[in-house]
């Protein structure tokens, strides 16, 4: 993450997109330690129809999780004033990173939990778009919110569809 530093150090926004909804996420933080300027963060998790494509598949035949060693050391980047999640689907290992990043980022004023977005291959594909599993009613997102907050965090979340 050193090697990041001097690249990452004045950047103001960072979006991370691409991301396979099953990994898990956490190797996303180190951004922050990289990145203490940040303010917006804007994470991206898919699932896509496209990417069940024989052609596609062929060319990215394996999904890992990224896997970089980090040592936090206790950092805090209190620059962070909101995170923006698109792909959300009150998954256990979401939760946790968000409220990671809460840890990290005591500043952090607003929260934006987004849907699957459709993309244009998806919707070049004869197949019916996958059901959504974001939180749409009232009660869900209610969960969600006390699910992210646990009492401790104050932060605005917002649901956007």
Known sequence: MKQLLPAFNKLRKLSVCGIFV??????????????PCIEMLLIEVWEHTCDLDEKIRRWYPKR?????????????????KELEFIGF??????????????ERAPNVQRI??????QCEYCDALDTPPRPSKFPK????????????????FSTQIFFDE
């Open 22 to 35: 099953e990994f898990y996420l956490e190797w996303t933080i180190a951004f922050l330690v990289a990145a």
């Open 64 to 80: 890992r999780t990224p896997r970089w060693e980090m040592h936090f050391d206790g950092s805090k980047n209190s620059l962070l």
């Open 89 to 102: 689907r009150s998954l256990r290992h979401q939760f946790t990173f968000i409220r990671s990043i809460l």
């Open 112 to 117: 934006v939990l987004k849907g699957d977005e």
């Open 137 to 152: 009613k009232d009660e869900e997102q209610e969960i969600v919110v006390k699910r992210i907050r646990d009492g401790i």
